[in-house]
């Protein structure tokens, strides 16, 4: 009897350790309903005016580095010469149709490095993106293979990190994101 006490205290502390582990998410911007898929989930842009429409989904909790953010994610919408993105500690990784980016809330860097080329990617197809940040750099994977390394010094040591995505100004569209998960962090 005292070992199947135990053994209860043991599941209860890992189960709240494993609930403590995995962020809960916040929507930014736009709208998210709850998917059929458990963990699954449909976020729409806001549809406001201006440059672009976006939808955005934060971690509530500061995740710290260094972590591996994992997403299963495709567009619903027409746009796929829009981005999708994953937002990271100090910036941004943008993924579009065939490229990807990374934008570091520096407009005359970005110009300078461009988007990088990315064979196969598709928005309107199902991808898993993994984005792996510590310290020193960012690498970005696209089903399983690398797709691109940004050397990027982050001083900080935790940050709020989420996906999103872009639209049509004025018009409401949508990313289905299958899996949203962050590994290798303590928040």
Known sequence: MRSVAIAIALGIAVAARV????????????????GRDPGSFILYTDATPGRFSEGAVISKQPIRLPFRLDV?????????????????????????????AFWAYDDVAFTKAGWRSVTG????????????????????SIDGAEAARFPF???????????????????????????????????
């Open 19 to 34: 609930a403590e582990a995995e962020p809960t998410w916040t929507t930014t911007r736009g709208a998210r309903t709850v």
């Open 72 to 100: 299963t994610w495709r567009r619903l919408g027409p746009e796929a010469g829009r981005s999708m993105h994953l937002t990271v500690a100090g910036g941004v990784v943008l993924i579009k149709s065939g490229k990807l």
């Open 121 to 140: 990617l598709r928005a309107h197809d199902e991808h898993a993106v993994s984005v792996v940040q510590d310290h020193r750099e960012i690498v970005v």
């Open 153 to 187: 010094v982050m001083t900080m040591e935790t940050a709020h990190i989420g996906v999103g995505m872009k639209g049509a100004t004025g018009h409401r569209t949508a990313i289905f994101v299958r899996t949203l998960a962050v590994h290798g962090s303590s928040q």
